[in-house]
């Protein structure tokens, strides 16, 4: 099993930037791949990012078209925690964010369907007032 934390959200003004983590824990972690997923009250839970395990060996990264060059996830050099940079901020990015891990696993990761994943976050509320 893998334990996920996130950090916080926040509320960030139109075109600003936030970046959340989420730090995994357990044996084998960094052979999860870890997706960031948003989910907004009335709506299906949306793959925002993923990244792939270090057992990819490729670094394999995909996003929604949404969020495609504004939104970057990386990992740390230990493997351990992943990194969602949100950059130009829209009202529409507005949503509850949940990191998740799939794994162990050394293909690639996916966005969707959401129910792959397996280990989530606790959650975090990012806001941008329109």
């Known amino acids: 099993q893998v334990q996920l934390v996130q950090s916080e959200g926040g509320s960030v003004q139109p075109g600003g930037s936030l970046r959340l983590s989420c730090t995994a824990s357990?044996?084998?972690?960094?052979?999860?791949?870890i997706a960031w997923i948003r989910q907004v009250p009335g709506k299906e839970r949306e793959g925002v990012a993923c990244?792939?395990?270090?057992?990819?060996?490729?670094?394999?990264?995909a996003y929604t078209d949404s969020v495609q060059g504004r939104f970057i996830i990386s990992r740390d050099g230990d493997n351990k925690t992943v990194h969602l940079q949100m950059n130009n901020l829209k009202p529409e990015d507005t949503a509850g964010y949940f990191c998740?891990?799939?794994?162990?696993?050394?293909?690639?990761?996916?966005?969707?369907?959401?129910?792959?994943?397996?280990?989530w976050g606790q959650g975090t509320r990012v806001t941008v007032p329109s």
């Open positions: 998740a891990a799939d794994g162990p696993r050394t293909t690639r990761c996916m966005l969707n369907p959401a129910d792959v994943y397996d280990y």
């Open positions: 990244i792939s395990s270090t057992g990819s060996r490729d670094g394999f990264t």
């Open positions: 357990g044996a084998y972690s960094d052979y999860y791949a």
